[in-house]
């Protein structure tokens, strides 16, 4: 009898020992990547499958990526289409993301506050979302890859107001399918997408280290 309640207490406090290691806490001080944190490490295969029979959509997948990297809304003065300083920062890393991704289509929805008609407010928005597009437009992105303007005036307010707020006079670009002759580009041949940009930003890399390296050499001392 006591020989099983000794077993018994050194099976529980074995149990208990397992249980700690699997504590994040307990993981402080251990080898970098001798646990992996990504629940999704190793599902390659998994990931694969899922999306060759539909099970996992990449326009979903690069749409969480695109709100994650990207901020996705600009905001706008009162009863203004006009895209100022601050605006044309945040288009301008919008307008960088979208040209990564030629196979990918966007679109853009205008928004107002509560002042005014709802009739003129829908319209409002519907400039504002035009404007962003001029904007993509001059920066070298083809207008067909911005299937639609929508605007939804006033009747989507970030702030519950009947006054004037400049969080609600706003356009949210997101990310919305793929390009006609590109339907399945993300969803077969999404390494291609990442492998073109690896080589960009390496040969960007490259590049300017060569620079550097021209400007130090050239340089005078003293």
């Not at 600009?74 to 920062?89: G, L, T, Y």
Request: net charge neutral; aromatic share 10%.
């Amino acid at each position: 009898m006591p020989y099983s309640l000794t077993s018994w207490l050194i099976a529980a406090i074995s149990a208990l020992a397992l249980l700690a290691a699997c504590d994040p806490a307990q993981l402080e001080g251990h080898e970098a990547g001798k646990i992996a944190t990504d629940r999704n490490f190793g599902y390659a295969t998994q990931n694969n499958y899922l999306i060759h029979t539909g099970q996992k959509s990449y326009v979903a997948d690069l749409a969480a990526r695109f709100n994650r990297e990207v901020p996705d809304t600009i905001n706008f003065e009162f009863n203004s289409a006009a895209i100022d300083p601050q605006a044309r920062q945040i288009l301008d890393q919008q307008a960088s993301f979208i040209r990564q991704f030629p196979e990918v289509t966007f679109r853009v929805y205008g928004h107002t506050d509560k002042v005014g008609s709802q009739a003129y407010n829908k319209r409002l928005g519907l400039r504002r979302a035009q404007a962003v597009v001029a904007y993509f437009a001059a920066r070298g992105i083809s207008t067909s890859r911005l299937e639609a303007l929508v605007s939804y005036g006033e009747t989507r307010p970030l702030v519950a107001t009947n006054d004037r707020e400049r969080r609600n006079r706003r356009t949210v670009t997101e990310v919305s399918g793929f390009v006609a002759d590109n339907p399945l580009i993300l969803d077969g041949k999404y390494a291609e997408v990442i492998y073109r940009e690896y080589v960009a930003s390496a040969t960007a890399a490259t590049t300017q280290s060569g620079s550097l390296a021209e400007l130090t050499a050239g340089a005078g001392g003293g």
